[in-house]
């Protein structure tokens, strides 16, 4: 009998089990017998691969149908704290297919590649005002990679004092992504975990007794993950630098402070920008993304090569550079579709615009805020910048339903959660970021299903808990799945799962 | 349990055996637990020194010795089936047996009464 459909949302089984033996999506020429020494046995198989026989519009409907199963900015909102999931304007995507700029290859002479060298000039220079730094390499390729770029430059100036073996602690506060303290030790350095004040940003007293011989630097993520500015972040990298430090800022969360804040003004040596949320270049399922890392003149010698530089003829070329450099973290210049993608939006919007979206983005949030303040728990009652971080304590005390569950039904009402149990210093947290670019409808098409879950948790807490329904699977056992690891499919017959 | 020891850390240590697990406040908080890494047998541990990660579907998170000295034994079972941390945190769901190279600092760990009121302090 065939599966029942739920609508247009189908069951989809997996690809193995589709198609029958003898079935091709292409037909091939027929082989040339092989001539001479067959591969020796021990490179052969045993037996023939395991591989799906399916005609091809099965192929295409197979994973069409799983796609269905998706969420994605374009069918929602997607209010996931931290990520910044913000819709990707589509003239992005018609500047990154222009010829010019997927034709070229990049070992061409310098001549042949003038635009796309003066594409990363452009977009150096644009972040270069928006941050104040005196370089901004384009290499990484990610948010951690620029952690562990900007980590290196860090590393490189404190071995060019001599302090190699004696600097090696790097301050991390509680609320700091995960990938910090890993970019840390990658580094060699040694990571030191302090706490974030009572009114949820770092205070001066808990770097003081760090400050000695032994302090390589601080790492602060500003505004920090519950959404709150590091005010006294100034004050800090004064006793941090006073001390013979360096301060990195993890410059994920620049999309609140853009245009109104420029990081090497109070005291930041080095950071980076994750260009996939800031400046709309896609991001999810892994990238391609792109981490560009800012640097002070100081720090800019070790910088990453070759870098961009505009002749006195107004022409472009590259400079390999000096021996101190770090070296080179990709080759050639980085993910350079999504640096064409990144300019882009920086041009059309240009400088007022980019200041247009700070303050919405902030503006966003403090409203979603403002109405789900009503129905959670706010741990930490100071003003929040782009995005603001909840707590389930209470609901979850009255009703017995977590944070988890409500992201779950959201499901069911057609939003992507926020994002849950991050940062770790709230409990049940529940961090929701709507970004700039939905409006006040879709804000409050959010909120109204968010208030509905909060009541059927107090009048049907079972409809919660079993949550998602309408999805194409329903709620999955994680644990199970991470417990158990299957990594790849084995045919019924001899399946080991029970 | 009632003669365990506890850390404010959330580890138990039971005096009698040398064996440290996690406490049902910790695991009520860290929700399933999904993986478990442990020191090896032979190593010397100090008291708050980090010595595994109990990861759960919500986070990942580090085990503190509650005291020093050198551990002995590691729960191999946990290897195959971590959910016993979720079912018998006190019982077949411990981490660990650590010889405590200290006395003192073994008496210095809160005992049950005084981890239930810190217990129920975190959770104002």
């Known amino acids: ?498 | 349990m009632d003669s365990f020891k506890y850390a404010s850390t959330h580890e138990w240590f039971d005096p009698q055996t040398g064996k440290v697990g996690i406490s049902q406040f910790a695991v009520d908080h860290l929700g399933e637990v999904v993986e478990v890494e442990l020191p090896e047998v032979g190593e010397d541990v100090e008291k708050g020194q980090e010595i595994g990660t109990v990861e759960s579907t919500k986070t990942a998170s580090p085990i503190y010795s509650p005291v020093s000295g050198k551990v002995i034994e590691i729960n191999e079972e946990l290897e195959d089936s971590p959910e016993l941390v979720n079912e018998a945190p006190f019982g077949d769901g411990w981490l660990l047996i650590i010889e405590p190279s200290d006395p003192d600092e073994v008496s210095e760990l809160l005992d049950a009464e005084a981890y239930a009121d810190l217990c129920a302090e975190e959770e104002e």
């Not at chain 1, 994920?252 to 090497?264: C, D, E, L, S, T």
């Not at chain 1, 981490?291 to 990453?304: I, K, N, Q, S, Y």
């Open chain 1, 1 to 498: 009998m065939p599966d029942i459909k739920k609508g247009m949302l189908r069951k989809v089984p997996v690809i193995f089990e589709l198609g029958c033996e003898g079935r091709e999506g292409f037909a091939l020429p027929e082989a040339e017998p092989l001539t001479g020494e067959p591969l020796p046995d021990r490179f052969r198989r045993a037996a023939p691969p395991l591989l799906p026989r399916l005609d091809e519009v099965s192929v295409v409907r197979h994973y069409t149908q799983l796609s269905h199963w998706n969420h994605a900015i374009e069918l929602g909102s997607y209010p996931l704290g931290s990520c910044t999931m913000k819709y990707n304007p589509k003239i992005n995507e018609i500047t990154a297919a222009l010829p010019g700029f997927t034709r070229v290859h990049p070992l061409q002479c310098e001549e042949h590649l003038q635009g796309s060298l003066e594409l990363l000039y452009v977009l150096e220079d644009s972040l270069k005002r928006l941050t104040g730094f005196e370089r901004i390499t384009l290499q990484p390729l990610a948010g951690a990679n620029g952690e562990f770029t900007g980590l290196s430059l860090i590393k490189k100036a404190i071995e060019a004092k001599g302090e190699g073996a004696t600097r090696r602690k790097i301050l991390i506060p509680d609320t700091a992504h995960g990938t910090n303290p890993a970019s840390v030790v990658l580094n060699g350095f040694e990571p030191v975990s302090i706490e974030t004040g009572a009114e949820g940003h770092l205070l001066p007293e808990a770097v003081v007794p760090h400050l000695g011989p032994e302090l390589a630097g601080i790492m602060v993520t500003n505004p920090n993950t519950l959404g709150i500015y590091e005010a006294s972040l100034k004050d800090i990298a004064a006793m941090v630098h006073g001390a013979g430090g360096y301060v990195y800022m993890d410059g994920a969360n620049f999309n609140a402070i853009m245009g109104k804040v420029r990081p090497a003004d109070i005291g930041v040596d080095t950071m980076h920008l994750n260009l996939h949320k800031t400046f709309s270049t896609p991001h999810g399922g892994g990238g391609p993304g792109a981490g560009p890392v800012g640097m002070t003149a100081e720090l800019a010698r070790f910088a990453p090569v070759p870098v961009v530089d505009r002749r006195d003829d107004g022409t472009f070329t590259l400079v390999t550079g000096s021996d101190d450099s770090m070296g080179k973290l990709h080759p050639f210049f980085g993910n350079f579709g999504v640096l064409v993608r990144a300019c882009t939006y920086i041009l059309e919007l240009g400088e007022e615009g980019l200041h247009e979206v700070t303050r919405r983005a902030v503006l966003n949030a403090r409203y979603l805020r403002k109405r789900l303040e009503e129905y959670l728990d706010l741990p930490y009652q100071v003003e929040t910048l782009h995005e603001a971080v909840f707590s389930d304590k209470t609901l979850k005390k009255e009703t017995g339903i977590s944070t988890m569950d409500i992201a779950k039904r959201l499901l069911d009402f057609g939003f992507h959660p926020p994002t849950v149990y991050f940062p770790l210093i709230v409990s049940g947290a529940f961090m929701a970021e709507p970004t700039e670019t939905e409006s006040k409808e879709d804000i409050d098409d959010f909120v109204a299903a968010v208030a509905t879950v909060i009541g059927e948790a107090r009048e049907n807490p079972d409809m919660v808990h079993n949550a998602p329904h309408n999805t194409g699977v329903g709620r999955l056992d994680e644990a199970f799945a991470a417990r158990k690891k299957i990594l790849r499919y084995t045919p019924a017959e001899t399946d080991p799962v029970d």
